[in-house]
C-alpha cells in the first residue's frame, strides 16, 4: 500500500517548450502533496505543497508562474515547468500524505527533466 | 534556524562491516525525525521514523537509528553492511503536522554510502 507514482520518469525537451509531470496517489487519497526538485549530487529542496481544491503554497525563492501546481482531485497533482530552460534540469520528486491521518510522507520515484 | 546536518558526505565500508551515518537537527518544536534511502535515479523509500516513546527505532534491512535529544543526533547503524545497501541516505526532521499543521520535511544534505568486497 501507500504507493506513489510519478509520470513521466524522465523528459527531454528543447528550451522555451512546456513540460507537465504528474504524481498520483494509486492507493490511498492524498489531500496534501509536495513537490521537491533535487539537483545533482544534492539533497531534496522543497519547491511547494499543493492542497486538493486550493492553491498551491510555495517556498521562498520558487517562482509561482515558472513552476505551476494544480491539485485536481485526492489522487492527482500535477507540475508544469513553463518554458524551461536549461537550468530548470533536475531531478523532481513528489510526496503525498494519506487523507486518513498518519504522520508520513510517501514519495514518488522522481522524474529526471533533462532542457536542452 | 531549523536544519539537518550530516557530517559526512561520503562512508566507504566494506561488505559485513558495520554502520553509522550521521545526522544532527536543530529545530525549534518536538522533532519527528525520519531517515530514507535513495538508490541511483530513484525516489526516497522511507527506512526509519521517531515520532516519540522509544528512542531507539527498528526500521528495515536491518537498519536502527537512536534519537538522542541531549545531542540533537539521529544516527542511523546496521551491523553488518551488505552490498545492496550502497546508495545515498537522507535524514530529515518535521514537525507533528497535527499539532504545528505543517508537513514540510528538512533534509539533510545525504550521505553516500559505498561497499566494498
Known amino acids: 500500500g501507500a504507493v506513489v507514482s510519478q509520470h513521466p520518469s524522465w523528459v527531454i525537451c528543447k528550451s522555451g517548450t512546456s513540460v507537465k509531470i504528474e504524481c498520483r496517489s494509486l492507493d490511498f487519497q492524498a489531500t496534501t502533496m509536495f513537490w521537491y526538485r533535487q539537483f545533482p549530487k544534492q539533497s531534496l529542496m522543497l519547491m511547494a505543497t499543493s492542497n486538493e481544491g486550493s492553491k498551491a503554497t510555495y517556498e521562498q525563492g520558487v517562482e509561482k508562474d515558472k513552476f505551476l501546481i494544480n491539485h485536481a482531485s485526492l489522487t492527482l497533482s500535477t507540475l508544469t515547468v513553463t518554458s524551461a530552460h536549461p537550468e530548470d534540469s533536475s531531478f523532481y520528486i513528489c510526496?503525498?500524505?494519506?487523507?486518513?491521518?498518519?504522520?508520513?510522507?510517501?514519495f514518488g520515484p522522481g522524474t529526471r527533466l533533462t532542457v536542452l | 534556524a531549523q536544519s539537518v546536518t550530516q557530517p559526512d558526505i561520503h562512508i566507504t565500508v566494506s561488505k559485513g562491516a558495520s554502520l553509522e551515518l550521521r545526522c544532527n537537527y536543530s529545530y525549534g518544536a518536538t522533532p519527528y525525525l525520519f531517515w530514507y534511502v535513495q538508490s541511483p535515479g530513484q525516489g526516497l523509500q522511507l527506512l526509519l521514523k521517531?515520532?516519540?516513546?522509544?528512542?531507539l527505532v527498528q526500521g528495515i534491512k536491518g537498519f536502527e537509528a537512536e534519537f538522542k535529544r541531549s545531542q540533537s543526533s539521529f544516527n542511523l547503524r546496521k551491523p553488518s553492511v551488505h552490498w545492496s545497501d550502497a546508495a545515498e541516505y537522507f535524514c530529515a526532521v518535521g514537525a507533528p503536522p497535527r499539532e504545528y499543521n505543517t508537513d514540510k520535511l528538512i533534509f539533510g544534505t545525504g550521505t553516500r554510502l559505498q561497499v566494498f568486497p
Open positions: 510526496s503525498a500524505r494519506d487523507i486518513r491521518g498518519g504522520d508520513e510522507q510517501f
Open positions: 521517531y515520532f516519540s516513546g522509544d528512542t
